[in-house]
């Protein structure tokens, strides 16, 4: 177990993922440290929730997912390990780890109260609490021996709203917006198909109050550059992209903002 | 073989970038993975070339160049592997690896049909075919297994033109622009040189339509701070910069802007 | 002695830091490259060495630090490395190592000359000569064979001035601001506590010639999301900060912004 993958919100411009890197490497020379990325908006649980279920797969087993998205920083929050059947996640007890290890399967959950730096401050949990503890795991460390064993029932965690199908309509909305602008919904491929929509045709999809007419593709390059399309995306949401160019500008397209989606046969208002 | 190298325009604001790592470890877990840069401009594959082409030759021998600046990704264009004298170059078939593999010396280059993650999605190709395969090949895997080996004559090349001379002057273009705000032209010195300009004397330089004396220099603080000059640059290209100043604003620089110089003891219109 | 940590104001959207690690790996293929940051303001030396101050200390033993901010690069300024009690310092002779340096206590100090690369640019030092002296030392080079031996007391240094107190005023200003809008100040807190001022009470804080009264805290979260604050931070020194907002916009605040801090039993005029 030697593989620790970051996910903050820290950014890169100040020198805080270095400081929690040189912590971890104080402790175990030998950790591998992968970033995910440090660029979650500011305090956004959710994003950084939705982010860590949609990537954690693509790590190896007993990979040590280590996530500090802590607007709770210094407060009462608990911080917690939790073991799955194939990884651990560190972070706040906010919610944050909760949608991804739900997924992989809680095996036992540990509030952290060991192994942490011999001084704790109260605002930056990522350098004294998180990465020490990522580090003693990822040397083979016990997961029991950081704390005590807290019950899966108590940990909070957060609602991730899929998309709704009712009257013949999908509502779902953009949860994740990439910086080649592709608007990534909740909107499932399924929750399509439910209504005989099917991949290779044209969609009815009203967005900020206008109906467009969009071929449901399967690659980018299937329209001309510069065209309207959507499409299952590699983590299998449907997302609105613009072939070469930028979907959320064009649509002026936000987080929250709704995707109604139905078959084109229905004709609009 | 174990270190690889990657270059894309994917931006690291997103998992795109940690999930090839995960990638990459889940199938290589001594990979040793160097980022060049993700912020190549979104689908500019000259762009991508050119930086590829200015570095590789600081990596060490064997290092396996992952480069991902793909628009036609899912189309039908070919996912390749070009093996080189040094090294070995993974991307798609659309010529941002060329300018790099051909300096270097092209040996033979394969069409990845093999060794991708099980399911391959059409529009994430580098956490699904580039990513896999270089891990592979940095674990000691053989090119030649990858899949079919083409002809040289059949990939993608891109074309990076020299700048021109003619009636004693030098007629190039800035190709990049540096976060330092230094415009890089594809002048070589010699270029300079064959029209008895030398480095240490005055040059005319032409940008928007406006004449300037501009000293052709050594280093960039053989001006005082704030003024322009002209530098051989470290990728041996001529660089118009400010000391300690942002070149592009200055002159309102872009890519593509073009730059006429002439000697100095030629007068101005 | 393994581990390289970079810190520069390259900024990662250029290959260079690339650049550096593939010349690093090429002399070490076995050293551990840590990112502290490279997002220092470009040529701001005084920024970066107090980054730096602020954070080696959590590195491991005999990391060796290589600080690339250099607007002299190609100059008769130096290029030094500084053995200090646990660490090495390696970059140029402009003061951007000394804080740190004489914070850990320096042992001795040698100007660079040999183990650069053959070829020495005049305008990339961090490629041609520091990465390849910190490889060579992280592969267990001796520090006493890349050049001569210089005094100490020949080195430049740089003045990180700390608060005034007097007429029962704290007189500070602000040093950094992290991404996060947290104002850290060159005010510690044994400087409140010199008039009386404890953690947990209210504080007068004139800022741009307003006055606030703000509560001292231990924790972001003892106050309401989105009131202001200040405290004793990560790196013990005084911060505003805003729970879960941007204090730095909030209160218009810049690097060098005068901020004065009384008890609130005075009464402002």
């Not at 954690?56 to 802590?70: A, G, H, L, N, Q």
């Not at 083979?140 to 108590?154: A, N, P, T």
Request: net charge negative; with cysteine.
């Amino acid at each position: 177990m030697g593989i620790i993958a970051l996910l903050t919100d820290f950014g890169i411009d100040d020198p805080y993922v270095g400081v929690m890197k040189g912590v971890i490497l104080s402790i175990n020379p030998n950790a591998v440290i992968v970033d995910i990325t440090h660029s979650v908006d500011k305090y956004q649980v959710l994003q950084g929730a939705l982010i860590l279920r949609s990537c954690y797969k693509y790590f190896p087993r007993e990979t040590i997912f280590t996530v500090v998205i802590d607007p709770g920083v210094g407060s009462m929050r608990r911080a917690i390990a939790i073991r799955t059947s194939n990884y651990v996640f560190i972070g706040p007890d906010n919610g944050v780890l909760t949608p991804a290890a739900f997924d992989d399967g809680i095996i036992d959950v540990y509030e952290i109260r060991k192994y942490t730096l011999p001084a704790v401050s109260k605002t930056f949990h990522g350098r004294d609490v998180f990465a020490p503890v990522a580090a003693y795991i990822s040397k083979g460390g016990l997961i029991e021996d950081i704390g005590g064993r807290v019950s899966v029932d108590s940990i909070t965690t957060i609602e991730v709203s899929g998309a709704e199908v009712h009257n013949g309509e999908v509502i779902g909305k953009v949860i994740y917006i990439d910086s080649f602008g592709n608007a990534v919904t909740n909107i499932h491929p399924n929750n399509l198909k439910s209504l005989g929509i099917d991949e290779g045709g044209l969609v009815n999809v009203e967005v900020n109050r206008v109906q467009y007419r969009i071929p449901w593709v399967k690659a980018y390059s299937d329209v001309k550059q510069g065209e309207l399309l959507i499409i299952t995306n590699s983590f299998n949401y449907i997302e609105l992209s613009v072939n070469q160019g930028n979907a959320s500008k064009t649509l002026k397209l936000e987080i929250g903002s709704e995707i109604v989606v139905k078959p084109c046969r229905q004709q609009s208002l």
